[in-house]
C-alpha cells in the first residue's frame, strides 16, 4: 500500500483552474522532488495533500486514512501523527523560543521529549541556540528550525515547500544535505517542492507540474516508465 495516494485531484480558485486529474503515489521512505514553473501550483498541490486547502474534486489517502472525508479535527490528528511540513515561509512562532518551536509537534502529540529536541537541534547544527527567539536567528538558521521541527516527531512522510528556497546557495546546499540526510535516515518518505537541480538529482523521482498536470520530469532521464498512463 502506498504511503501517500492522491486520485484525481482538482483545485480552483474562482474561475481559474489551478490543477486537475492529479494523480500521486508515494512509497514509504521514497523521496520525490516535484518540480514547476512559479505560479503551477506546488504549494497549493502541496497544501491540498496535507488538507490545509480544500480540493474541487479527488481523494487522498494518508497512511490509509482519507484525508477528503475529515473533519477538521481528525485531519489535525492524522497531519500530526504523520506528517511533517517545512513551509516556504518558515511558519516559526515568533514568541516560542527555538527549542520550544521545535518541540512543538511533540507538545501536540502529547509525548514532549526534551532529549530529542535537543538531538534534532544538533543535527540541524543549531545547538546551544535552543533558548533563541526567532528574530535572533539568521534565515538558514530559521530554516533549519524549521526542519527541526518537520522531522522531531519522525513523520511518516515529510512536505517540504522549497526549504532552501530563501537562502543564498552555499546555505541552500548545507540546508538541502541536511533535509535529505536526515529524511533518509529516519526513512520518512518526501515530496520536495524544489528548484534545485542537486535536490532534483538526488530523489528517487522528479515530477513536473504544468498545464498537462503531474508528469515524470522529461529532463529526468533515470525516471522509469509509468507503470500505467496516469499513476505514478
Ligand atoms: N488563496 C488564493 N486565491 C487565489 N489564487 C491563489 C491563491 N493561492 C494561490 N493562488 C494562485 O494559484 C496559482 C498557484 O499558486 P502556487 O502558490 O501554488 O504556485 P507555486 O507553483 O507554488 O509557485 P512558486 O514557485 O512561485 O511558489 C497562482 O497563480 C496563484 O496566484
Ligand atoms: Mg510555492
Given at each position: 500500500m502506498a504511503l501517500l495516494e492522491a486520485t484525481g485531484l482538482r483545485k480552483s480558485y474562482g474561475q481559474s483552474?489551478?490543477?486537475?486529474g492529479i494523480d500521486l503515489q508515494l512509497a514509504a521512505g521514497e523521496l520525490v522532488a516535484l518540480l514547476g514553473e512559479s505560479g503551477s501550483g506546488k504549494s497549493t498541490l502541496l497544501n491540498c495533500l496535507a488538507g490545509l486547502d480544500t480540493l474541487d474534486a479527488g481523494r487522498v489517502l494518508l497512511a490509509g486514512a482519507?484525508?477528503?472525508?475529515?473533519?477538521d479535527s481528525q485531519r489535525a490528528l492524522l497531519r500530526r501523527a504523520q506528517l511533517g511540513f517545512v513551509f516556504q515561509a518558515f511558519h516559526?512562532?515568533?514568541?516560542?523560543n527555538v527549542a520550544d518551536n521545535v518541540g512543538l509537534p511533540l507538545l501536540l502529540l502529547r509525548r514532549p521529549d526534551p532529549a530529542r529536541v535537543a538531538e534534532m537541534l544538533a543535527a540541524v547544527g543549531l545547538e546551544g541556540l535552543g533558548q533563541r527567539l526567532p528574530r535572533q536567528l539568521s534565515g538558514g538558521q530559521l530554516q533549519r528550525v524549521a526542519i527541526a521541527r518537520a522531522l522531531v516527531h519522525k513523520p511518516a512522510l515529510v512536505l517540504a515547500d522549497?526549504?532552501?528556497?530563501?537562502?543564498?546557495a552555499r546555505h541552500a546546499g548545507a540546508v538541502l544535505d541536511l533535509l535529505l540526510a536526515q529524511v533518509r535516515q529516519q526513512g520518512s518518505a518526501c515530496l520536495l517542492v524544489t528548484h534545485s537541480e542537486r535536490a532534483a538529482e538526488r530523489a528517487d523521482r522528479c515530477l513536473k507540474l504544468d498545464d498537462q498536470g503531474l508528469n515524470l520530469d522529461p529532463a529526468d532521464d533515470r525516471s522509469p516508465p509509468p507503470r500505467s498512463s496516469h499513476v505514478y
Open positions: 483552474v489551478i490543477f486537475e482519507d484525508l477528503t472525508v475529515m473533519n516559526v512562532l515568533p514568541h516560542l522549497e526549504p532552501t528556497g530563501n537562502l543564498d
